[in-house]
């Protein structure tokens, strides 16, 4: 079977759609019962990733990464290839293509917050991921909370979608000595937040409640990974002046995977305050990394980390405060989180990941 796979994002600097092709792909390219398959993989300029050629054949379709190049260029260099099925990662798909489409659909909070988004792309978006998921013969997604927001914001069939929780990159291992909770936890205290800068992430309200344990503790710092893409904007350096913290904060825009290995083993506190996802990965990834997670307490955020983090309510920065100074001086809380990490991560594999991706993916072929 010949499986075409949009793979843009996986140039330039990879985010969370890119992190999640390029953990499918490295393990279908080590899982030997897969080499029935060739891919080809359809980006606008080369790749990072060292594929075997053999199976993982590139093509480059020059141009702008946009809707134009995936509806107009694309599907011309598509029909080149005699392909079997479409598989794409990113919410759409070329729409006029005459081929078996599978499309992941990750969350859908263009449409159930249009407020998030600017007009024009809120609309873009809207119409775009709708019409790929009723073209396609199946839509793939990650949690069951994104499945219900699939069926009732697309209004897409629910035999139609299928969750595949994908897998996490993990630089620790949970089950790594857990601290004694009567020592002490030694220092410095780092806070770590890591995703792109969204409104609905609180990333401001992350600051202020960060600001009191500043004041109160010498030795704590938080590091800020991700590129600001709120709307309305918010201004990220001038909410880290007001608290006078521009030496206790870092604000990384994008950082490579080696930099941000190294943040995960040198924080004590992960913190991600977000009020919609379709999961949320990067809280996996900190727990993954021994490193507890305090998360706004939503039904995606319990149905992912589960015992595994520390929750605070809506809109209480105090709160917030609290929860991080727990995580980061009370060893008996951070050793809690930690023993409920085995069992948060259990479902949150690559080797199944890529296993059952193939599967949906065979299954649309079989399906024509």
Not at 262 to 271: H, I, P, S, T
Not at 285 to 312: F, H, I, K, Q
Request: hydrophobic share 45%; aromatic share 8%; proline share 8%.
């Amino acid at each position: 079977m010949r499986i075409g796979v949009d793979a843009r994002e996986l140039a330039g600097r990879a985010t969370g759609v890119g992190r999640y092709l390029s953990g499918l792909l490295q393990e279908w390219a080590r899982a030997g019962h897969d080499a029935r398959h060739e891919f080809v993989l359809y980006a606008a300029q080369p790749l990072p990733m060292p594929l075997d050629a053999r199976r993982f054949a590139t093509r480059i379709v020059a141009g702008p990464t946009g809707t134009w190049w995936e509806q107009a260029r694309l599907p011309r260099a598509i029909r080149r290839d005699h392909l079997d099925v479409w598989f794409s990662p990113a919410y759409s798909a070329p729409l006029l293509l005459n081929l078996p489409i599978v499309v992941a659909i990750h969350d859908v909070s263009f449409a159930a917050h249009p407020e998030w988004f600017r007009v024009q792309e809120g609309v873009r978006r809207r119409w775009l991921t709708r019409q790929s998921a009723h073209r396609a013969r199946a839509v793939i997604t990650i949690s069951e909370f994104s499945k219900r927001e699939i069926v009732e914001h697309l209004s897409v069939p629910e035999a139609k979608i299928h969750v595949v929780p994908p897998g996490v990159t993990s630089t620790a291992h949970p089950s790594d000595p857990l601290p004694n909770p009567q020592s002490p936890i030694p220092g410095p205290y780092r806070v770590l937040y890591v995703g792109s800068i969204f409104n609905r992430r609180h990333v401001v309200d992350l600051i202020r409640a960060f600001a009191t344990i500043a004041r109160r503790h010498a030795d704590v710092s938080l590091d800020i990974v991700g590129d600001n893409r709120s709307y309305p904007h918010q201004d990220l350096r001038a909410a880290i002046a007001a608290e006078g913290l521009h030496t206790r904060v870092r604000w990384h825009e994008y950082i490579s995977e080696e930099q941000l290995r190294d943040l995960y083993a040198a924080a004590g506190a992960f913190a991600f305050l977000s009020e919609y996802e379709g999961l949320g990965l990067t809280p996996l990834e900190a727990l993954a990394a021994g490193v507890p997670p305090v998360l706004l307490d939503t039904p995606v955020a319990r149905e992912s980390c589960g015992g595994g983090a520390v929750y605070v309510p809506p809109n209480d920065i105090p709160a917030v405060t609290r929860a991080l100074e727990s995580v980061l001086f009370d060893a008996a809380t951070r050793a809690r989180v930690r023993a409920e990490a085995g069992a948060a991560l259990a479902k949150y594999g690559w080797p199944r990941a890529a296993r059952d991706t193939l599967a949906v993916i065979e299954s649309a072929v079989q399906l024509r």
